[in-house]
Antibody
Framework: DVQLLESGGNLVQPGGSLRLSCAASGVTLNNYFMTWVRQAPGKGLEWVSDITVGGGSTYYADSVKGRFTISRDISRNTLFLQMNTLRSDDTAVYYC?????????????WGQGTRVTVSS | EIVLTQSPGTLSLSPGERVTLSCRASQSIAGSYLAWYQQKPSQAPRLLIYGASVRATGIPDRFSGSGSRTDFTLTINRLEPEDFAVYYCQQYDSSPVTFGGGTKVDIK
């Protein structure tokens, strides 16, 4: 059974930093295209960042480019999202997920999410 | 980027009814690379359909997807109480992948 467990969400002041983690079980993350998707309160789903199989390439939404960094630790089978210079519009539930299939892949497995609140 | 527009925004229906949800793309999606997700309150989204019409593992056959290019549809036959939720479409033909704004199906 594939399980993704996010952690690290918290209340942080504007300009602050957080690192989100996504621990995987039942699957080897390095073999999959991994992604972070967020959902602001009462809003829809927004793609945030991708890391390709093997971690060779990373991609970011324009709204987070230069502030967020996606990475993974193979030995810990864990995905990370380092978030710097946080803004109020980064407030959201952040989901890690596995994408599979052709082209850029559909999102097959989702974690339960971790809540980030940016407020003074 | 491909913009996905879902309609209607909200549907109020009764259990047992049939519902059709629409997802329209701003440009043609090659290879039918479109997926549908269901999300219930305080839960993560769940994959229902990929490749426009292929049901994901464990999804009941009352859910079906169709369409191509710019017009896609999710149909739910005989709504069950557990089907009242928000439904999102997502294209994965081009980067960045994008989601529609969602359609909420609630109980009349």
């Amino acid at each position: 059974d594939v399980q993704l467990l996010e952690s690290g969400g918290n209340l942080v002041q504007p300009g602050g930093s957080l690192r989100l983690s996504c621990a995987a079980s039942g699957v080897t993350l390095n073999n999959y295209f991994m992604t972070w998707v967020r959902q602001a309160p009462g809003k829809g789903l927004e793609w945030v960042s991708d890391i390709t199989v093997g971690g060779g390439s990373t991609y970011y939404a324009d709204s987070v480019k230069g502030r967020f960094t996606i990475s993974r630790d193979i030995s810990r089978n864990t995905l990370f999202l380092q978030m710097n210079t946080l803004r109020s519009d980064d407030t959201a539930v952040y989901y890690c997920a596995i994408r599979r299939g052709p082209s850029f892949g559909y999102t097959e497995y989702w974690g339960q999410g971790t809540r980030v609140t940016v407020s003074s | 980027e491909i913009v996905l527009t879902q309609s209607p925004g909200t549907l109020s229906l009764s259990p047992g009814e049939r519902v059709t949800l629409s997802c329209r793309a701003s440009q043609s999606i090659a290879g039918s690379y479109l997926a549908w997700y269901q999300q219930k309150p305080s839960q993560a989204p769940r994959l229902l359909i990929y490749g426009a019409s292929v049901r994901a593992t464990g999804i009941p056959d009352r859910f079906s997807g169709s369409g191509s290019r710019t017009d896609f549809t999710l149909t739910i036959n005989r709504l069950e109480p557990e089907d009242f939720a928000v439904y999102y479409c997502q294209q994965y033909d081009s980067s960045p992948v994008t989601f529609g704004g969602g359609t909420k199906v609630d109980i009349k």
